[in-house]
């Protein structure tokens, strides 16, 4: 039994974890729905599986949200285990699938292994730092061995002394002693306004180590426990650049003392080196002869008079960002000779050479160029793409893409991607003070707008792409379409798109929200639905809708839509529920339902309950998830022929009575069940919706299988498998088949329920569902067919 200790309670966490985030699909809410079987049986003292006798005067069981909960929870799993044999062999199977719902940490020895290599490219113009490279392999090579830490090594200096540069480079020549991946993340800690949180950072870097987006924990804590389980026992060399403090830094760290940590800053990190042993050094400008050698690289000029290569040298301070600057003029202006450079440099104001530099370089670019710079300074954009670009300057795509490649010859920006740039945070601030200067308050507000509205619209049209069947709020939708004929594959397609541009469009929320484009603001939010609804990214979810709650409340107050508050309220509730926090989920309801009534929009408020009776639901309070359900129903009822939602209705009714029918299932009100199901299934049969019919017609089979009616449960399953099948619903149908299995394996039709295992198997292992996988190749192997 002791072994059984730490693996119940680990599978209890995970469970909880994922019932309240919707994490893990059916399979999961399935698993947590054994859970409450289990411990409900457990209060009643481990009695037979299908008795639905509780203990008398005892509540049923909630699902356990605190630590102390779950641990209680675990510890009478396992003392009804010890008095039960069979209970305890059902509990050891339940914590088998429930570990398989956690993310799968591929070892790193094994060929399947993810072994990321997230370097920028290197500059081919890197000069010196020679001894910045000797001294972190002194570092490697006087490591203790018995020590269980990864070696850090912090880089100080101010901004554009080249840290980034000589991190990037150390990296490249010191990665071969890393075969397990480089990890690399730009934490823009120039200040704490544009710094990123480490659960954005902690989410790209999971995912590139091999965890599936829809495996990545809603919560910081939980992403940091499983980025050490997955930089454990490996040589991992991770770069975070430009970080603003320690706490930036710390839940980055890996697990494994075989790891390499290269951190950049400006700032001192006192908590870094004090508590975890990181090692600092400060980074000083160039010597002479190595500014000197730099600029020949950038320039190719061999031949140019050394006193003349000199006199640039000097003038730039030996301050690498402004080298590279000055280099760029000179290397495309064939006609500009060293002395003249030399001359404007000691000659502009301020004396700051990086900043004299930019001054310089701003004050040779095309009209076209230089306001392109200013106005895509205006905000910290974490990319600049083209579109960025064309919207902030008020210019044509193919015109912004010319101006851009112009800029970026003149070392202003950096292209860290195709068609993807970036500022150095000084060389922003540089144009940013332009664009205050030279366009004034309501120029660069405009520009801010243009951005905010560019990634409205392309973010209204991809989420509607991914999700065209729900209803939404907002100007920016109503004349959205989808072909008829489009490609099965393009909702998947444009869900990757919204993921390519996440954090441009959460920083456009931020930019609008700052600006007063409160319009934008939520309806930006409202866009991003299915981006967040499926991939998660919990921590901003919630960071962006807490801007889109106020902006729709400024918003109300002054003549805007007042429905938009309520809308807010819900979608913020959902990130709350992926973060696990059910508190703040239930609060954010409340104040939904009592905005849409107070503005007497019936839809809205339908929706609040509905998203109360599933937050219900994932609790485990079935009675208050029926109840919240008819609620909603009726809210349902107020809206006339005409009213904002009245088209949805039908869809929306149906959608109730398939979770009521659900929630009277799992009170074991089977033949009530039942009938709310057939008239979920009768509902969306007449609408249309194959995809929600086949959905029924699983909850159907699952009700039957709880109530002992395996038969009945076989022919709405076999239902489910063919409109899976028809629809291409490809992991649905494999949910289908491998539940169908189980009803095979009752009535034992052992050769039918290996050929659904084996279907089953090939279709988690064409997407990649290698928990999917596991579980059903377990089964085939007790079967030994």
């Excluded at 001054?359 to 095309?366: C, F, K, P, Q, R």
């Excluded at 489009?486 to 456009?508: C, I, K, M, S």
């Amino acid at each position: 039994m002791e072994p059984l200790t730490g693996v119940v309670l680990t599978a209890v966490g995970t469970v909880a974890s994922g019932a309240l985030s919707g994490a893990g699909g059916e399979v999961g809410r399935r698993t947590s729905e054994r859970l409450y079987g289990l411990l409900r049986r457990g209060r009643a003292g481990g009695g037979a599986a299908r008795s639905g006798a509780g203990p008398a005067g005892q509540p049923d069981p909630t699902l356990p949200v605190t630590e102390s909960e779950r641990t209680a929870a675990a510890e009478l799993l396992l003392e009804t285990a010890r008095r039960s044999p069979e209970f305890a062999r059902e509990v050891a199977a339940w914590a088998r699938d429930a570990g398989r719902m956690a993310p799968r940490v591929v070892p790193a020895v094994a060929e399947d292994a993810s072994r990321p290599q997230m370097l920028p490219p290197a500059s081919a113009a890197f000069t010196d730092r020679e001894d910045v490279r000797a001294w972190i392999e002194e570092l490697l090579d006087g490591a203790d061995a018995a020590t269980d830490a990864p070696v850090v090594a912090a880089l100080l200096g101010p901004g554009g002394i080249g840290k980034t540069a000589a991190a990037v480079h150390c990296a490249y020549r010191l990665r071969e002693r890393f075969p397990d991946g480089v990890l690399f993340a730009d934490l823009a800690g120039a200040s704490a306004g544009t710094a990123l949180r480490p659960s954005d950072v902690l989410a790209r870097f999971l995912e590139r180590l091999g965890v599936p987006a829809a495996g990545v924990p809603g919560d910081e804590a939980r992403q940091r426990d499983l980025f050490r389980d997955c930089t454990a026992e490996r040589r991992l060399l991770v770069v975070l650049d430009n970080a603003h403090d320690d706490a930036q830094v710390l839940p980055l760290l890996p697990a494994s003392p075989g790891c390499l940590v290269l951190v950049t800053s400006r700032h001192r990190l006192d908590r870094l080196v004090g508590e975890y042993g990181a090692r600092p050094r400060t980074v000083r400008p160039l010597g002479a002869e190595d500014s000197a050698r730099l600029l020949r690289r950038l320039t190719g000029a061999a031949a140019a008079p050394d006193t003349a290569v000199r006199a640039v040298a000097d003038a730039s301070g030996g301050m690498p960002l402004a080298l590279c600057t000055t280099g760029a003029r000179l290397a495309v202006r064939q006609h500009l000779d060293w002395e003249r450079a030399a001359r404007q440099m000691s000659t502009a104001e301020p004396s700051d050479p990086v900043r004299s530099a930019q001054d310089v370089a701003y004050g040779e670019l095309s009209a076209g160029s230089a306001a392109l710079y200013r106005a895509t300074a205006v905000w910290a954009w974490p990319t600049i793409t083209v579109a960025c670009a064309a919207h902030a300057a008020d210019v044509p795509p193919d015109r912004a893409r010319e101006l851009l490649e112009e800029l970026a010859r003149a070392h202003l920006l950096e292209e860290v991607a195709e068609e993807r740039y970036r500022f150095h945070d000084l060389t922003r601030a540089h144009a940013r003070e332009l664009a205050v200067a030279v366009d004034g308050p309501a120029r660069t507000a405009a520009a801010v707008r243009r951005v905010a509205s560019g990634c409205l619209r392309f973010a209204a049209a991809a989420d509607f792409r991914v999700m065209p069947l729900r209803w939404r709020l907002g100007p920016a939708f109503r004349d959205l379409r989808v072909s008829a004929d489009r490609d099965p594959a393009d909702g998947r397609l444009a869900l990757a798109e919204l993921r390519a541009e996440r954090e441009n469009v959460a920083a456009a929320v931020a930019a609008a929200a700052h600006y007063g484009f409160d319009d934008l603001v939520w309806q930006l939010c409202e866009a991003m639905w299915a981006l967040h609804l499926k991939l998660g990214f919990h921590a901003q979810w919630i960071d962006t809708h807490l801007l889109g709650v106020e902006a729709a409340q400024r918003s109300a107050a002054e003549f805007g839509d007042p429905r938009a508050v309520g809308r807010m309220l819900v979608q913020l509730a959902f990130g709350h529920m992926g973060a696990g926090r059910a508190d703040d989920a239930e609060e954010a309801l409340t104040r939904a339902e009592a905005a849409d009534r107070a503005c007497g929009h019936h839809r809205g408020r339908a929706s609040a309950i509905e998203a109360s009776g599933l937050l219900a639901l994932r609790r485990w309070d079935w009675d208050r998830a029926r109840r919240r359900f008819e609620e909603a129903a009726d809210a349902l009822k107020a809206i006339q022929e005409g009213d904002d939602g009245w088209q949805d209705v039908p869809r929306a009714t149906a959608l109730l009575e398939h979770h009521i029918g659900r929630a009277e299932a799992r009170q074991r009100h089977f033949v009530a069940a039942v009938a709310r199901l057939n008239d979920a299934l009768a509902r969306f049969r007449r609408l249309g919706d194959s995809y929600n019919e086949g959905r029924v017609y699983m909850s159907l089979g699952e009700t039957h299988l709880e109530a002992g009616d395996a038969d009945q449960a076989r022919v709405c399953l076999d239902e489910a498998v063919r409109i899976m099948s028809e629809d291409g619903a490809r992991l649905q149908f494999a949910d289908a088949v491998e539940t169908r299995a189980a009803c095979h394996r009752l009535q034992g039709r052992t050769a039918q329920e290996a050929a659904d295992l084996r279907t089953a198997a090939a279709c988690y292992e064409d997407h990649g569902d290698l928990a999917g996988l596991d579980r059903v190749r377990e089964r085939l192997a007790e079967l030994d067919v």
